[in-house]
């Protein structure tokens, strides 16, 4: 739990325990480090509810067959008891009361809780079960003591008369079948949070360090920053570092959900809790302890499921108001029995029936148990929610708009097409061109490198070499001049073909960008490069619009680039020429069409990432905009995006159902219980079903919410639209 505002640490643990739960803390007891906050945070999600409900469910059995067998098995079918018990009938009442009053110590719980709660003026299920039981027990002790008068006066009558009034098993029914009901709930709960538990057993425990020269096995809380630590094959990566030495493949799906290994070199990036598959690697650490990745999704995943969704509000002002309204009815049904001269214990085993069977408890999971599952279910696909909010609102998306680098695009320039000139191969042309970009450190020249080495050719050594800026590249070659840059800077310096100017024109078109390459007073050719599309994001741009969403993309580049990549990627509009400080007032305007979603990665995104009603940013971005952001895809695909929102829908879908099931139980069950169908089609609820059918609404609940496991969310085939925004920004 966490507590905003200034208060003591006391006063919050006191207010904790004063309704019925324990509190410490956060820490308390546990030293810094990184294996003990798992192991604290492991602790904290164990499961230690349904043993303790197990052993009460096993002696509350036990002594309830006992009792069963005295008030049902030898009144109803004449099974035999000891010869004491012979006509002894007051015996036997004495008996079932002490067998009763046993059980009832063994569920102490529901009455400690249920009645603190009622005094507190926050009934809860706890408390109706405690009516219920406490009525059925009451009223059976009156009984007993009312035959015990009968048999004093030798009115035999009167003393079996009292024995239909015993309502001793029903009292201790109730409170077993309600513990077998706590008991596959707490069961069911506990598997909701199977992905954060599996999540914490990824840690690692120890890490193999060099310290003084030598490797050094320690606890993984004991890596500091910047120590180096070394990773064989098959050994999980104990921190977040940066490979320094070696190479290999890298198994991220723990993190990402991701199962092809990622190959790692010098310089590239590693997480905790991945696997190294192949080869032996030497790092830095960079973030360890809380910093690390894992501890980061650990701690988002839990934080959502701490948080509420909207309509769990909602859910909790109607159980708010529910349990009190349950009791009044009982207390109406009683009385309006007994006025149709109905005798006292069969009002009150129909005022007992609408206590036991109404299910503030069902209400009250309907919402929790679901978002647990749905966030869980995101964590092992590599989405994250950050909040319970973020996972109901994502459903309800209008509008997407689309960074275009790094999100949509790659984010690094590629190049795309070689064209030589007459008289030159593409080999010479791609061998001159790497020779002069080899040199600059634009991000295009990059580009051509990356393509140099992938080719296998190795950079010729140019001389006075020169960076022209705005203009391109020149340089002296074994003789001759080479340069490089736009068509309009060597059409002035070289004579361009015609047919070299419209490829050059098309090739713009299509929102590359054309490199024009020159020796002395030839053209050498064109090498276009361009900041291609991710493979995914044409599929999952028409995946959102097949679900009505209306996609937009926001850059920086020109109309021209602009509309070639969005049309590449299928998008419904462009918005190009947006300033990095200007995609915050777009979403703002986006605002007023529906409600928007902004996916992007870097730092002048963040801006557009808070403004936006839901923020998505791609893992593979900054820190900032992962921060400002309200969901995170670590696998860094655009793919996700669609699949967040058939998630959040799937989730949302099932809350209604919980709720829907909740209030509808509800509906039947009451009336029913209260014996408003008895005159009509004479059906009569015994408390004892009651008390059944109120377990098995809530494990029912739980059981629904489970079924999102099983939910695939890259399945398009069954989306569905919701109302499309059609009109464009003006």
């Keep these: 739990m966490g507590v905003d505002g200034d208060v003591s640490e006391q006063a919050v643990i006191s207010a904790v325990e004063a309704a019925g739960y324990g509190a410490a803390p956060k820490g308390q007891g546990i030293s810094e480090g990184t294996q003990n906050m798992y192991s604290s945070q492991e602790e904290a999600l164990a499961d230690h509810e349904t043993p303790v409900l197990k052993r009460r469910l096993w002696w509350s059995v036990g002594f309830l067959a006992v009792l069963m067998y005295i008030s049902m098995g030898h009144m109803m079918w004449g099974w035999p008891l000891p010869y004491f018990f012979d006509n002894n009938h007051v015996a036997m009442g004495l008996a079932q009361m002490l067998l009763t009053i046993i059980i009832m110590v063994i569920n102490q719980k529901f009455f400690i809780s249920g009645f603190k709660s009622l005094f507190h003026g926050a009934p809860n299920m706890d408390t109706l079960v405690a009516m219920g039981s406490a009525a059925a027990f009451v009223y059976s002790t009156y009984a007993l003591f009312a035959m015990t008068g009968a048999q004093v006066n030798g009115d035999m009558a009167a003393v079996m008369s009292y024995m239909h009034e015993f309502y001793f098993e029903s009292a201790a029914m109730i409170l077993t079948l309600i513990t077998v009901g706590k008991m596959l709930e707490a069961r069911s709960k506990g598997r909701t949070t199977d992905a954060l538990k599996g999540l914490m057993k990824l840690a690692p425990k120890t890490a193999t360090i060099i310290k003084d020269g030598a490797e050094k096995v320690v606890p993984v809380e004991a890596v500091a920053k910047d120590d180096i630590f070394v990773v064989r094959p098959g050994e999980n990566i104990p921190v977040d570092g940066v490979v320094v030495e070696g190479s290999s493949a890298v198994n991220e799906s723990a993190l990402t959900g991701e199962s092809i290994p990622v190959d790692k070199a010098e310089g590239d990036n590693v997480s905790a809790a991945t696997i190294n598959r192949s080869g032996f690697i030497k790092c830095r650490a960079t973030r360890v302890g809380e910093d690390t990745t894992l501890s980061q999704i650990i701690q988002m995943v839990s934080d959502a499921a701490a948080t509420k969704a909207p309509i769990a509000k909602v859910a909790d002002k109607v159980s708010g108001v529910f349990v009190p309204a349950v009791i009044t009815i009982a207390v109406i049904t009683i009385i309006a029995w007994l006025i149709a001269g109905q005798s006292f214990g069969f009002a009150l085993a129909r005022g007992i029936s609408v206590l036991v069977i109404s299910c503030p408890c069902a209400l009250g999971l309907a919402t929790p148990v679901a978002i647990m599952v749905g966030n869980g279910m995101g964590a092992r696909n590599g989405i994250l929610f950050k909040t319970a909010v973020s996972l109901e609102e994502t459903g309800r998306i209008q509008v997407v708009a689309l960074d275009k680098t790094g999100t949509i695009t790659r984010g690094e320039p590629e190049v795309?097409?070689?064209?030589?000139?007459?008289?030159?191969?593409?080999?010479?042309?791609?061998?001159?061109?790497?020779?002069?970009?080899?040199?600059?450190?634009?991000?295009?020249?990059?580009?051509?490198?990356?393509?140099?080495?992938?080719?296998?050719?190795?950079?010729?050594?140019?001389?006075?070499?020169?960076?022209?800026?705005?203009?391109?590249?020149?340089?002296?070659?074994?003789?001759?001049?080479?340069?490089?840059?736009?068509?309009?800077?060597?059409?002035?310096?070289?004579?361009?073909?015609?047919?070299?100017?419209?490829?050059?024109?098309?090739?713009?078109?299509?929102?590359?960008?054309?490199?024009?390459?020159?020796?002395?007073?030839?053209?050498?050719?064109?090498?276009?490069?361009?900041?291609?599309?991710?493979?995914?994001?044409?599929?999952?741009?028409?995946?959102?619009?097949?679900?009505?969403?209306?996609?937009?993309?926001?850059?920086?580049?020109?109309?021209?680039?602009?509309?070639?990549?969005?049309?590449?990627?299928?998008?419904?509009?462009?918005?190009?020429?947006?300033?990095?400080?200007?995609?915050?007032?777009?979403?703002?305007?986006?605002?007023?069409?529906?409600?928007?979603?902004?996916?992007?990665?870097?730092?002048?995104?963040?801006?557009?990432?808070?403004?936006?009603?839901?923020?998505?940013?791609?893992?593979?971005?900054?820190?900032?905009?992962?921060?400002?952001?309200?969901?995170?895809?670590?696998?860094?695909?655009?793919?996700?995006?669609?699949?967040?929102?058939?998630?959040?829908?799937?989730?949302?879908?099932?809350?209604?159902?919980?709720?829907?099931?909740?209030?509808?139980?509800?509906?039947?069950?009451?009336?029913?219980?209260?014996?408003?169908?008895?005159?009509?089609?004479?059906?009569?609820?015994?408390?004892?079903?009651?008390?059944?059918?109120?377990?098995?609404?809530?494990?029912?609940?739980?059981?629904?919410?489970?079924r999102l496991n099983l939910f695939d969310m890259h399945n398009a085939k069954k989306d569905k639209k919701i109302k499309a925004i059609k009109q464009k920004i003006t």
């Design 416 to 706: 795309t097409d070689i064209i030589p000139a007459e008289g030159y191969t593409e080999n010479e042309l791609l061998g001159k061109a790497l020779a002069l970009e080899v040199k600059s450190e634009h991000p295009l020249a990059g580009a051509i490198v990356r393509r140099g080495s992938e080719n296998d050719i190795t950079p010729d050594e140019v001389t006075e070499f020169a960076a022209l800026p705005g203009n391109g590249l020149k340089a002296r070659l074994a003789g001759s001049v080479i340069t490089g840059g736009s068509l309009s800077y060597i059409s002035n310096l070289v004579n361009v073909p015609e047919d070299m100017k419209k490829q050059a024109d098309s090739l713009a078109g299509l929102g590359r960008t054309p490199l024009l390459f020159a020796e002395d007073d030839r053209l050498i050719g064109i090498i276009a490069v361009a900041d291609v599309i991710k493979e995914d994001s044409p599929g999952a741009v028409e995946e959102l619009k097949n679900m009505g969403i209306h996609v937009v993309m926001l850059t920086g580049d020109n109309e021209r680039t602009a509309r070639a990549i969005g049309a590449q990627a299928g998008v419904d509009e462009v918005i190009a020429g947006v300033l990095p400080d200007g995609k915050e007032s777009v979403i703002r305007s986006l605002k007023k069409r529906g409600r928007v979603a902004m996916v992007g990665d870097g730092i002048n995104d963040a801006p557009a990432l808070t403004r936006a009603d839901i923020g998505i940013a791609i893992g593979a971005g900054t820190d900032i905009a992962m921060d400002a952001a309200d969901i995170v895809l670590m696998k860094s695909s655009l793919a996700d995006v669609p699949a967040a929102v058939r998630l959040s829908r799937a989730t949302l879908t099932n809350i209604h159902e919980n709720l829907f099931w909740a209030f509808f139980y509800n509906v039947i069950g009451i009336p029913l219980a209260a014996g408003v169908w008895i005159p009509l089609f004479h059906w009569q609820l015994n408390p004892m079903f009651g008390a059944a059918a109120m377990s098995l609404s809530s494990f029912c609940v739980v059981s629904n919410a489970l």
